[in-house]
Nanobody, 126 residues
Framework: QVQLVESGGGLVQAGGSLRLSCAASGRTFSSYIMGWFRQAPGKEREFVAAINWSGGRTAYLDSVKGRFTISRDNAKNTVYLQMNSLNPEDTAVYYC???????????????????WGQGTQVTVSS
């Protein structure tokens, strides 16, 4: 059974930083694309970032480019999301996801991903 467990969320002031982690088990982690999505109250789930199996290719939501960095450590079966210069608009539940396929525009959609974590809350105060 595949499991994805996020951690690292919390409450932070605007301008602050957080690092989210997602620990994976149950499948060959290094073979899969990993993604981060977020969902704010009353809004649809939104793509944030994705990384290919080797870490050599990444994709970001335009509004987080230059502030967020996705990375992975295949030896630890973990993917990270470093979030800097946070603002209140970043407040949401953040989910990691795992999937397979080509690293194209489809990585920005939920359709690619077949396993999801339970989410971790990120709250940014103004």
């Amino acid at each position: 059974q595949v499991q994805l467990v996020e951690s690292g969320g919390g409450l932070v002031q605007a301008g602050g930083s957080l690092r989210l982690s997602c620990a994976a088990s149950g499948r060959t982690f290094s073979s899969y694309i990993m993604g981060w999505f977020r969902q704010a109250p009353g809004k649809e789930r939104e793509f944030v970032a994705a990384i290919n199996w080797s870490g050599g290719r990444t994709a970001y939501l335009d509004s987080v480019k230059g502030r967020f960095t996705i990375s992975r450590d295949n030896a630890k079966n973990t993917v990270y999301l470093q979030m800097n210069s946070l603002n209140p608009e970043d407040t949401a539940v953040y989910y990691c996801a795992s999937g397979e396929g080509q690293f194209t525009r489809v990585v920005r959609t939920t359709a690619l991903y077949d396993y999801w974590g339970q989410g971790t809350q990120v709250t940014v105060s103004s």
